[in-house]
């Protein structure tokens, strides 16, 4: 018999009897999904604890479960991730009572970097969201019981008439179905729903399709479940600033002349840049699947040109994006001749490519999601909340291997 030798395929090796050794890599991309499965699993266990419930539960009973929930689910991570988590929970509660200090904040980013301890992070702040979404969906349910015919209402700046509306409710989302012309002087011509983020409100174009209505209505029942978290407290473009100082960069703000940036290792790391827009991606998630987001992709081809682009038409955090790279534009502009202003442009052309190339992958990750069944593009919506956005290539290897597995 010949030496043993590593080879591909098991089932050649049990037949030759040859020994199987296993690729490093493919042992640590394995372990990588399966705590991505927990995460997702956990994501949609609470879900599922939520739909269990109804609209008139007492909100004090639909608390108690979802905390139970939470605990439970928790449990099941390593105690290490855990006790990270516990100790960035104290560390909050005390700042609600202090005030946050520089040394509070570097402490939570540290322990945060673990993205097991983030996800329960996450977690909370959704599982505290939903609570208080169900109050205003209880009070919801008996107001608009007692509202006389005729009354109108308003959603945002536009009145609406009561009469008009198809009103659904679950425990923590309220549907609000309007007529075509209602829909457009409320929400334009880019959709046929809108979540309205922070509450537990969404708006419905009505059809003539029951299927294709309630189809539209647990979409932005997803959306609502998510835009719990993570809010950190600080728009990208402020947290960007707070990592300048931290890694010894200047802020652009002082321009100061003393100890200035001398390579790319003393900027933030763009993945960190990234993944400060985690909440803003999520709270218009649904911007990505507009027709005139998608017009950016088909007919500007130049990754600058897409940047501005898209920029330009996803809110809150193409704002914080164009900030962002005016900042290190400004650095660059400031040494063009020496490695301090060759690093900051090196920086400013990988965020802006990183920043153009995750807006995409959202695109494709929930398009694909969509074609293949109501259940993946459910936990496409699980990836996205579970993942930060320097991880969503992840979500193209999931349907992958979904699509393989078909």
């Known amino acids: 018999m010949r030496e043993g030798r590593a080879i591909e395929s098991p089932e050649i090796a049990a037949a030759e009897n040859f020994e199987v050794v296993e690729n490093p890599r493919e042992v640590e991309r394995a372990e990588l999904f399966e705590r991505l499965e927990h995460r997702v699993d956990t994501f949609l266990d609470m879900k599922k604890t939520v739909e269990s419930l109804r ?13 139970t929930n939470f605990i439970r689910r928790a449990e099941t991570f390593p105690e290490a991730v855990t006790e ?13 009572t ?29 599982r505290s969201s939903l609570i208080d979404k169900h109050e205003a969906v209880y009070a919801t349910s008996q107001d608009f019981s007692k509202r006389p015919a005729g009354q109108t209402f308003m959603i945002g700046n536009q009145e609406v008439n009561l009469d008009t509306v198809e009103l659904g409710l679950d425990p923590v989302h309220i549907s609000l179905g309007l007529d075509a ?24 174009q009505r059809t ?22 993570p809010n950190i407290g600080t728009s990208p473009h402020e947290n960007f600033n707070d990592l300048l100082l931290q890694t010894n960069a200047q802020s652009p703000a002082s321009l100061a002349p003393e100890s200035p940036p001398r ?38 081809p130049e990754v600058e040109l897409k940047f501005v682009w898209y920029t330009h038409h996803y809110a809150t955090a193409g704002l914080d994006a164009l900030d962002i790279d005016s900042d290190l534009q400004a650095l660059a ?66 349907l992958d291997s979904v699509e393989k597995a078909q």
Do not use: C
Request: negative net charge; glycine residues 6%.
């Open 55 to 67: 609209p008139e539960t007492a909100p004090n009973d639909f608390a108690e479960t979802l905390n």
């Open 84 to 96: 990270k988590f516990i100790r960035v929970r104290k560390i909050e509660r005390n700042v609600q």
């Open 98 to 126: 202090d005030g946050v200090t520089p040394a509070d904040q570097a402490t939570i980013n540290d322990l945060l970097v673990d993205q097991d301890v983030r996800f329960l992070w996450n977690m909370d702040r959704v």
């Open 181 to 204: 012309s209602d829909y457009k002087r409320v929400a334009g011509n880019h959709s046929k729903g809108a979540h309205l983020v922070g509450t537990p409100f969404s708006i419905i």
């Open 208 to 229: 003539e399709d029951p299927a294709e209505y309630q189809s539209v209505v647990r979409h932005e029942a997803m959306h609502n479940l998510i835009d719990g978290a």
């Open 263 to 300: 390579s790319l290792e003393q900027y933030p790391r763009v993945d960190r840049i990234l993944d400060s827009f985690h909440d803003e991606l999520l709270a218009h998630l649904d911007l990505v699947e507009w027709d005139k987001i998608e017009f950016g992709r088909k007919h500007v």
């Open 333 to 398: 502009a400031r040494d063009p001749g020496n490695p301090a202003g060759q690093a900051a442009q090196k920086l400013s052309e990988d965020f802006t490519r990183r920043f153009t190339a995750t807006i995409e992958m959202m695109q494709d990750g929930l398009g694909r999601g969509k074609a293949l069944g109501p259940e993946v593009f459910e936990r496409v919506h699980a990836l996205m909340f579970v993942l930060p956005p320097s991880k969503y290539r992840h979500i193209r290897r999931y």
